[in-house]
Nanobody, 128 residues
Framework: QVQLVESGGGLAQAGGSLRLSCAAS????????MGWFRQAPEKEREFVAA????????SYADSVKGRFTISRDYVKNTVYLQMNSLKPEDTGVYYC?????????????????????WGQGTQVNVPS
């Protein structure tokens, strides 16, 4: 089993920055993927970024490329999402997710069904 706990959300001005953290406990292996998703009110959960736990193989949604960076810290068992140049459309609940293995549950790593473990989410607000 894997437990994921997000933190770091809050209120940020447009153009500002936030860093989200996802503390993982349990059995995380190098082949697992870690992902960040977000969900705005009345919208579907959407992919933000993903990284293989062993490092590398990063992926980003087009809407965040060049602004967000996903990374992980082995020692702290934590995945980060550094968010710069924030925009009002970045507002939403941000979720951390982990796959069971390299191949995921179903679909691709940019889709929610790929991931089996989910955190509770952390709210990010960027007022217009």
């Amino acid at each position: 089993q894997v437990q994921l706990v997000e933190s770091g959300g809050g209120l940020a001005q447009a153009g500002g920055s936030l860093r989200l953290s996802c503390a993982a406990s349990g059995s995380i292996f190098s082949r697992n993927f870690m992902g960040w998703f977000r969900q705005a009110p009345e919208k579907e959960r959407e992919f933000v970024a993903a990284i293989r736990w062993s490092g590398g193989m990063t992926s980003y949604a087009d809407s965040v490329k060049g602004r967000f960076t996903i990374s992980r810290d082995y020692v702290k068992n934590t995945v980060y999402l550094q968010m710069n140049s924030l925009k009002p459309e970045d507002t939403g609940v941000y979720y951390c997710a982990a796959s069971e293995d390299f191949y995921g549950s179903s679909g691709s790593k940019v889709q929610p069904p790929f991931y089996y473990f989910w955190g509770q989410g952390t709210q990010v607000n960027v007022p217009s």
